[in-house]
């Protein structure tokens, strides 16, 4: 681990995880049941390992687990609860069993000081001042409580996370936060009743009580499982069909793959939402689609196309729109690989409509397109310089390219060139 930001970052959080840590050893209970406590280590393994992987991060329904450790046995013990649950879950990622013992010790550090700094955190949003005002209403007081460590803990979390993707990769901080947090907030409201009611079950009927309780939040994780599954499936079928259409084009292979990377970039730039960037990115994947229909000669063709070449190439979208458009379920992708080939006045083909009638996303697309063409060798010329793919862009923001999308490509650009 060479990286000195990510270094001094974990460095800082191992530091504040153990004065958490340490800090709750002050509310430490001592008429605690060691077995119970053994019990919802267990839980905690089995509900962490039985977590469900999308894109980079783990969905699980282990704060049901946290939560109600939190209520029953107070801040340290759902701490070390928490802790070890994500310590020594085991769950396969690219067939392959992941596990502590072929984990890096600073990941698993990671994690742990992650959860104990989020619930030292939600601590102590639980037990402020809330309760000066309301300690005469009891359901006012609890759901005010509650609702103070679920978001609290979100935040938290999300804060955390969000600065490790900067460190890594110069993210911007702000939006990956927004993004996790959006992504999480469902998940974390939809576990928080499971907690409360899990802690209340096993007060009153002890572990009969939680495995009663836990049938419908593993059918819940069934459930996800099966929609993550249909996603990937979906997904490995778009780019399987990329493959396909790129092994046509012995000058394009990869191309709708670097087109992808660049729209995911621009539209994190832009603060797009999880759905809408991934919306962009199969439309990235697909928007060539419609070369299906277009000859193996002109698209190979090492010369100068003819006018009537020229023409049969520039029906590619409009065929793509119609291979793709009775598709159910694809949003507004038929729409981006209809009009990727358009410009922002009114110029680009196959129906020269103007900006006021796309909306920003195909520009998204349509720049992105742009920008690999020029940086990737093509038949007709080699792959052109950085300054003189900035200076294109420039000299065609607000005829050929939208400004806002160049504007937004060109200040990534400056963080990496």
Known sequence: MKNKKLIIYLSVLYIIATYCFYNSYK???????LISIVFFIILSIITESLSVGFKKIRISSGFVITFASFILFGTFWSIVITSLGLAFRIYKKNDRYIHVFNT??????????????????????????????????????????????????????????SILMYALSNNNILQEFINTFKFGLLNIIAMAPFGYLLAYLYKK????????????????????????????????????????IEARDEYTEGHSRNVAKIVEDIARELGYSESRIEQLIIASYLHDVGKIGINDGILNKPGKLTDEEYNL?????????????????????PHLVRYHHERYDGKGYPWGKKAEDLGKDVFILQLADAVDAMSTDRVYRKALPWEEIKDELVRNSGTQFHPDIVNAFLKIKSKTV
Request: with cysteine.
């Open 104 to 161: 890096p010790i600073y990941i698993t550090l990671f994690n742990v000081s992650n959860m104990a700094i989020s619930i030292y955190c939600s601590f102590i949003a639980y037990n402020s001042f809330i309760h000066y005002f309301f300690s005469n209403n009891i359901f006012i007081l609890d759901f005010l409580q509650i609702s103070a460590f679920i978001i609290v803990f979100l935040a938290v979390n999300c804060l955390i996370m």
């Open 205 to 244: 009927y002890n572990i009969v009580g939680i495995l009663i309780l836990m049938i419908p939040v593993l059918l819940a994780r069934y459930i996800y499982s099966l929609y993550i599954e249909t996603k990937t499936k979906y997904i490995e079928t778009v780019i399987a069909l990329m493959h396909a």
């Open 27 to 33: 509310y430490f209970k001592i008429d605690i049941e």
């Open 313 to 333: 190439i520039k029906t590619h979208p409009e065929v793509g729109y119609n291979i793709i458009k009775d598709i159910k379920d694809l949003g507004d992708i």
